[in-house]
């Protein structure tokens, strides 16, 4: 039976796919508070000023490619059982192969009912007001914004409860309750963290990459 590896992707898994990550130092995310894009509370005050930056992420998402790395988790498959359990909202993963992704966050390409969250559709146009489901409710992105839960969550505690390997790559880990996850592999589960500039170093089966994304997964392949 082929090893389990749960990798948990962030924002840094795409950066250099040219992908910008989830929010600079001041809070912004490209250019907006967050809380005015990222809020269902923000969606009520002006749901255009929402869909149309989500319209502009997805326009730059369809304009860009799979980095190297995403490609090497892909291959990945080859010789191990790979689950990706992933903070991003790109399709990148899925672009380069891999096949067995859980989206925590949400997923740009996808749109969902205000009326029915589990009524959900593929998008890759612009969502505007006006653009209902079947029922007549208003489409929104199919994005878990800040205050909302996390409905993959407990799926993925349980994928990680299975790992045989944890790979960590591009995330700070400091996002709840996606940061929790780390705690539901079993105890000693060997994990690689792959940061450019980790806040932590080698321990025990805890193993720092300090590289990026696709210079971590070039080192990472040769020890497994």
């Known amino acids: 039976m082929k090893k389990h590896i749960v990798v948990l992707t962030g924002a840094g898994m795409s950066a250099e796919s040219g992908l910008k990550t989830f929010r600079d130092a001041n809070g912004l995310w490209e250019g907006h508070d967050v809380m005015e894009v990222a809020t269902p509370e923000g969606f009520r005050r002006n749901p255009e000023l929402v869909l149309e930056f989500y319209n502009q992420r997805r326009k730059q998402l369809l304009d860009v490619e799979p980095n190297a790395a995403h490609f090497d988790l892909a291959q990945l498959e080859t010789d191990f059982n790979v689950t990706i359990i992933t903070q991003n909202v790109d399709d ?17 390409l ?12 593929s998008w890759s146009n612009d969502l505007v007001l006006g653009d209902v489901c079947p029922k007549g409710y208003q489409l929104r992105p199919h994005i878990v914004w800040f205050g909302e839960a ?3 969550i407990e799926e993925a505690m349980a994928i990680c409860a299975t790992a045989d390997t944890l790979v960590i790559i591009g995330t700070s880990m400091q996002v709840y ?13 060997v994990t690689y963290f792959i940061d450019p500039n980790p806040a932590m170093e080698s321990q025990g089966h805890f193993k720092v990459i300090p590289e990026t994304a696709t210079q971590g997964l070039k080192i990472l392949k040769t020890l497994l």
Do not use: F
């Open 110 to 121: 996808k749109v969902r009912s205000t009326g029915n969250e589990i009524d959900i559709q």
């Open 150 to 152: 996390v409905p993959m």
């Open 92 to 108: 990148l993963h899925e672009r380069a192969g891999s096949s067995n992704v859980i989206h925590l966050h949400g997923e740009l």
């Open 177 to 189: 309750p996606a940061a929790s996850l780390i705690h539901y592999v079993p105890e000693n589960t």
